[in-house]
């Protein structure tokens, strides 16, 4: 099945293994035996993609429906680029080797707002046409998901399917549809009619924007009577009888994230202001212990991997966390499997959680104060004081860590320079405290990585109506961040001020976005998400092409009366709530997690009243 002109050409590229597909776990299905083909592509390198849960997930449910198969697409290196685009390779599935433009579907996951020019460039490698309005047969349906399309907007001009919130029952009722209305000789154009009647399915052909004479937007309607006004998210209700993999794919080339992944639950009982992903995954749902000690067991022994990670939001929020540790732990020990809770909670990390940890785990820890002052930390609901990050670090030293990580923010609304100033001195604080326990580890020197990554106001928050600070004053946070760190024991590390404005701007902007999304690809940019690809200059000539200043999404605040491109879009999330959020931040008063109070987010309403932290309130 490979292509011939496909392996002649690896021996002349980094990594070859990204490209022969055939990895334990990856699913060959003979095509005369199949309906539908789903070509499932991630925009960035096949090492990110591997480690995405997401994909994992749709992948295995995808190629147990009969008649359809889906294979992976991952964006080609630079290398590889090269070459395929100097012999006349177009871009291909790992499975078939198949050209990407030989799929019925062309989907792609949106985890991240800079990969945007990756999905116009593997179009583009493909050869298949850009723009939806280009794209006439019944072929190549361009369909995107992920938690970016809570705002497809910037990129509506090249998809056709947008796909709200969950796809575990969404997505196969798509491809069912689909395969109806190949069968029946239907046009694209009645194809996306039916869709469009799916709860959870956006069309973008379908509605038409209109401005005012400054640029804000002044509504988005639908084109047709049977379209719907706005646009539910679709929500999975019943994790316990959810699809989840039996297997993974496991790959050949180490991925970023190499290891099992169980979900343990969806949504987040915190509401920390700043976080998209706290508000679109609402409302909370949890899986019962039984059931992610199950599925944990099947993917250590059909995988092989050596380590099991634990995934949600904040995986020591789980309800039944100690518990299921107990069961979990002891297996892991038999198995000679390492066990990771990636999400920990400073308010939350017990002496029993951090005995049990300290069994089968002794890599760093890894916490989130995101502000260095309690003012700051009260804005954006943190909800964290700096007494119980002390309090965990200790328990954490004591317990045999000497590597710990603290991620911040810099740049959240309200914020001073004694705010970015106080990261520092915190960081100082912790690494006295380790010199300062008689039960520290012997013979280790403590290390403090500080991960300070620039605020970006998102779609589905309290701060969606904020600005996001300008290049020029988060250079600035950056010297009194650093002029403020004392310690040797203290690396800090941040992200580019340059990309947080392309990355704002993507994130809240409006149609208006897609020339320039098309210019800036044209000028070459891709891989955006990436220091050494990133093009600022093609960014800018792209904006100045098209006459729209990036400044007029990233750095303005919004006011609340001004109609949001999102608005015809419904996450569950009441508007009304996230405004009461926003003035209670400028306030600096917090508000109880889910579980302490029920803030009637609205949340529940898209999943017959089905929210496991109102329940347990």
């Known amino acids: 099945m490979r292509s011939k002109e496909i392996e002649k050409i690896l021996p002349f590229v980094q990594k070859p293994a990204r490209y022969t597909g055939g990895e334990p776990g990856s699913v060959v299905k003979d095509k005369s035996d199949v309906d539908v083909r789903f070509g499932f592509c991630f925009p960035d390198l096949y090492e990110i993609g591997m480690s995405h849960l997401g994909m994992k997930i749709l992948y295995g449910l995808l190629n147990e429906m009969p008649g359809v198969w889906c294979e992976r697409c991952f964006a080609p290196d630079l290398d590889m680029e090269n070459i395929m685009r100097e012999k006349n390779i177009p871009l291909f599935a790992l499975e078939s080797g198949d050209a990407l433009d030989a799929f019925d579907f062309i989907g792609f996951t949106l985890q991240y707002e800079m990969s945007y020019t990756n999905v116009l460039h593997m179009l583009s490698l493909a050869g298949i046409p850009l723009k939806s309005a280009d794209r006439k047969g019944l072929n190549n349906i361009v369909i995107v998901g992920g938690p970016c399309v809570c705002n497809p907007e910037p990129i509506a001009d090249f998809v056709d399917v947008v796909c709200l919130g969950e796809g575990e029952e969404l997505l196969p009722e798509v491809v069912e549809l689909y395969r109806d209305c190949k069968n029946s000789g239907d046009s694209k154009d009645t194809f996306l009619q039916k869709a469009s009647a799916i709860e959870g399915v956006y069309i973008p052909a379908f509605y038409d924007v209109a401005y005012h004479d400054d640029g804000t937007l002044k509504a988005v309607l639908p084109k047709y009577d049977f379209v719907p006004k706005t646009v539910k998210k679709r929500v999975v209700a019943d994790l316990d009888n959810m699809y989840f993999p039996q297997s993974f794919v496991v790959p050949f080339v180490q991925a970023v994230h190499d290891r099992a992944t169980a979900e343990v639950f969806r949504g987040c009982i915190r509401g920390c202001r700043f976080c998209q992903a706290g508000f679109i995954y609402r409302p909370i749902r949890e899986k019962s212990a039984a059931v992610i000690k199950a599925q944990s067991e099947a993917l250590c022994r059909n995988t092989g991997y050596e380590e099991l990670s634990l995934c949600s939001l904040s995986t020591s929020d789980y309800s039944e966390i100690e518990p299921l540790l107990n069961d979990l732990i002891s297996t892991c020990e038999e198995k000679k499997v390492n066990l990771s809770l990636p999400s920990l909670r400073v308010d939350n990390f017990s002496d029993n959680l951090a005995e049990k940890l300290a069994r089968v785990r002794r890599s760093g820890l890894t916490f989130a104060p995101e502000a260095g002052t309690q003012r700051l930390r009260d804005a954006i609901n943190k ?206 008063k917090t508000s109880p997690n889910c579980r302490q109070q029920c803030a009637a987010c609205g949340a529940d309403k898209l999943s017959g009243g089905v929210c496991h932290a109102r329940s347990k309130a």
């Open 383 to 588: 909800n964290v004081t700096e007494e119980e990050l002390m309090n965990t670090c200790r328990k954490a030293f004591e317990g045999g860590w000497s590597l710990v990580k603290l991620y911040f923010m810099m740049g959240l609304p309200t914020e001073t320079d004694e705010d970015v100033a106080g990261i520092s001195a915190l960081a100082d604080k912790v690494v006295d405290l380790f010199y300062s326990i008689p039960d520290k580890p012997k013979g280790k020197a403590v290390s403090i990585n500080v991960s300070c990554a620039s605020f970006i106001p998102k779609p589905f928050t309290p701060f969606q109506w904020e600005a996001a600070n300008d290049s020029e004053t988060l250079e600035r946070k950056k010297e009194v961040l650093l002029s403020a760190n004392h310690s040797k024991r203290v690396s800090i590390s941040y992200n580019n001020s340059t990309d947080t404005l392309i990355e704002a701007v993507l994130a809240k902007g409006s149609r208006r976005l897609c020339d320039v999304l098309l210019k800036a690809y044209e000028n070459g940019c891709k891989f955006d998400s990436w220091d050494e690809h990133f093009n600022f200059e093609g960014w800018m000539k792209a904006f100045e092409a098209c006459g729209v200043d990036p400044k007029f999404f990233a750095n303005r605040r919004i006011p609340f009366d001004e109609v949001l491109p999102w608005d015809h879009i419904d996450y569950s999330v009441r508007k009304e709530y996230l405004m009461r959020e926003n003035i209670k931040a400028h306030e600096s």
